[in-house]
Antibody, heavy 123, light 109 residues
Framework: QVQLQQWGAGLLKPSETLSLTCAVY????????WSWIRQPPGKGLEWIGE???????NYNPSLKSRVTISVDTSKNQFSLKLSSVTAADTAVYYC?????????????????WGKGTTVTVSS | SSELTQDPAVSVALGQTVRITCQGD??????ASWYQQKPGQAPVLVIY???NRPSGIPDRFSGSSSGNTASLTITGAQAEDEADYYC????????????FGGGTKLTVL
């Protein structure tokens, strides 16, 4: 059974860079979109971006200028970096495994999630 | 703003049927996926594709789609179904990026 284990710094100061890593255990790394999602306190889910096993990335346009998602296939890990953080970036950050396939009608879903990492930005 | 629109809150009497909807142009090309999130927990996939349930999800959860609207139906709602529910798809901008609905808070009375 596939599991995602995530870690990273939980307390940052404004202007610092958020850095999180997610390790994939028990399954293949290829054929999936490895994703990051966040949830500010009391608010809904926000899709941050994704990367596939070959390193192709997609990012939320609202965060694109500050986000980098990378992959280390040798370790079955993928990472998120978000630069120049502010208090608005305070959130629980989740990693997840995404699947996207289909022809005339497409399937897209995230079937395995990490437990989440709480990141607080405060001076 | 979200390209997928959900009602913020819905309530249902214990044992009754409730439908949670999600509207968006991208749903004409993508099946919505649905996630249940309880306080302090990570989201859990409950429905994906045309009407598929991951292993371990009770069969009282079902999904459907028509035009630009996807629906999650809970038939015989239980107290443990009280949670936030989010739909998810790709956007309709042409970039086909991920997007979530704003979420629906389900209260079981």
């Amino acid at each position: 059974q596939v599991q995602l284990q995530q870690w990273g710094a939980g307390l940052l100061k404004p202007s610092e860079t958020l850095s999180l890593t997610c390790a994939v255990y028990g399954g293949s790394f290829s054929g999936y979109y490895w994703s990051w999602i966040r949830q500010p306190p009391g608010k809904g889910l926000e899709w941050i971006g994704e990367i596939n096993h070959s390193g192709s990335t997609n990012y939320n346009p609202s965060l694109k200028s500050r986000v980098t998602i990378s992959v280390d296939t040798s370790k079955n890990q993928f990472s998120l970096k978000l630069s120049s953080v502010t208090a608005a970036d305070t959130a629980v950050y989740y990693c997840a495994r995404g699947r996207l396939f289909g022809r005339s009608y497409y399937y897209y879903y995230m079937d395995v999630w990490g437990k989440g990492t709480t990141v607080t930005v405060s001076s | 703003s979200s390209e997928l629109t959900q009602d913020p809150a819905v309530s249902v009497a214990l044992g009754q049927t409730v439908r949670i909807t999600c509207q968006g142009d991208s749903l004409r090309s993508y099946y919505a996926s649905w996630y249940q999130q309880k306080p302090g927990q990570a989201p859990v996939l409950v429905i994906y594709g045309k009407n598929n349930r991951p292993s371990g999800i009770p069969d009282r959860f079902s999904g459907s789609s028509s035009g630009n609207t996807a629906s999650l139906t809970i038939t015989g709602a239980q107290a443990e179904d009280e949670a936030d529910y989010y739909c998810n798809s790709r956007d309709s901008s042409g970039n086909h990026l991920g997007v979530f609905g704003g979420g629906t808070k389900l209260t079981v009375l």
